[in-house]
């Protein structure tokens, strides 16, 4: 920050939970609301990679903060980091990258606000890989800290760059999505769905084992919801497992939130807070002093179901994807 990287200075932000049953998390982020970069027109959720707009072989030097390597395994050997010398990227890196970026989000939303990046010269547009997510469930587990979460947003759900990447940040916050029980779908694949949130959605857990398979998984979701021209946001935080009592000190698994939602193309926005990957799991970073304080949770659960699919397409969806899971 001291180095003037980011488009404003980001102390520590007013936050307050809003009464009721659901505790939304919501902070005043004013700066976030007037600087950020303007999100890209998007018109599709597979939108092909525009080179003409912004994308992330544009960052500074400054902004990267390091390369996150995976270690070599039995099957695999380990490239390093070779492809972000500046030499042309390795011929076998799509599909198996051992390494990514870690940079700044020159925008932050809270305190250590990064995005996850593969190596920029792929120009993958915003579609989620497994290899990337699995990074990114990684990441969480890395983490000591609790609060520690990951995100992606896809095209038409508020991602505001057509290229590949995760967020991930700090909140020292719970969120009822962490807790709340699920309806089990798929019991081989831990395979739930949320239910007595706000925003209902689909939920695997795991316990940190599999990841590799948990990455494909939810990946194949995310595929069809790619193929089906269904906008979605994914959310990685810990959690308890779904049928266990709610329990905060018990949050050791990882759970993975898939939203299907409506789509919202073009650059709208709404005037408290956009509905992207936070705000559905309960984090309500708000724009203006005025909502910030005003904001009610009724009204908020308003905001956030205006963006949710209609409830026959997301049983019909429900049963779809048990139908490809088990498959």
Not at 71 to 100: A, E, M, N, V, Y
Not at 160 to 189: K, M, Q, R
Not at 199 to 220: D, I, K, T
């Amino acid at each position: 920050m001291k180095l003037g990287l980011f488009r404003y200075h980001l102390g520590e932000l007013q936050t307050r939970i809003l009464p009721g049953n659901v505790r939304f998390v919501a902070q005043l982020n004013i700066q976030r609301g007037l600087e950020r970069r303007r999100p890209q027109d998007i018109q599709s959720v597979r939108q092909k990679f525009d080179p003409q707009q912004f994308h992330f072989n544009k960052i500074k030097p400054g902004e990267i903060l390091f390369h996150m390597v995976r270690g070599p395994t039995p099957h695999r050997p380990s490239r390093g980091c070779s492809q972000f010398q500046g030499g042309p990227p390795d011929s076998k890196l799509p599909g198996t990258p051992d390494c990514i970026l870690v940079v700044i989000n020159v925008s932050p939303l809270e305190f250590g606000h990064v995005l996850f990046i593969p190596d920029p010269a792929l120009c993958l547009p915003q579609i989620l890989t497994q290899e990337l997510l699995q990074f990114g469930l990684e990441s969480v587990l890395l983490s000591a800290h609790p609060g520690f979460r990951v995100g992606f947003n896809s095209l038409g759900a508020f991602a505001s760059v057509n290229h590949l990447h995760l967020h991930g940040f700090y909140l020292d916050w719970e969120l009822l999505i962490e807790t709340a029980p699920g309806e089990l779908l798929c019991p081989t694949l831990n395979f739930h769905f949320l239910r007595g949130v706000p925003a209902p959605g689909f939920l695997f857990y795991s316990e940190g084992e599999g990841l590799e398979a948990l990455a494909h998984n939810v990946c194949r979701v995310t595929d069809y919801l790619v193929d089906k021209e269904i906008a979605h946001n994914v959310f990685v935080t810990r959690g308890t497992a779904p049928g266990e009592p709610t329990h905060s000190e018990t949050r050791s698994g990882i759970r993975v939130l898939i939203w299907a939602r409506r789509s919202c193309f073009g650059t709208k926005e709404e005037a408290a807070f956009n509905v992207a990957l936070c705000e559905l799991a309960g984090h309500l970073p708000i724009k203006t002093a005025q909502d910030f304080q005003s904001l009610t949770e009724t009204a908020a659960i308003h905001i956030i179901q205006r963006y949710l699919l209609p409830e026959p397409q997301l049983s019909q969806l429900r049963g779809q994807l048990v139908t490809l899971l088990t498959e």
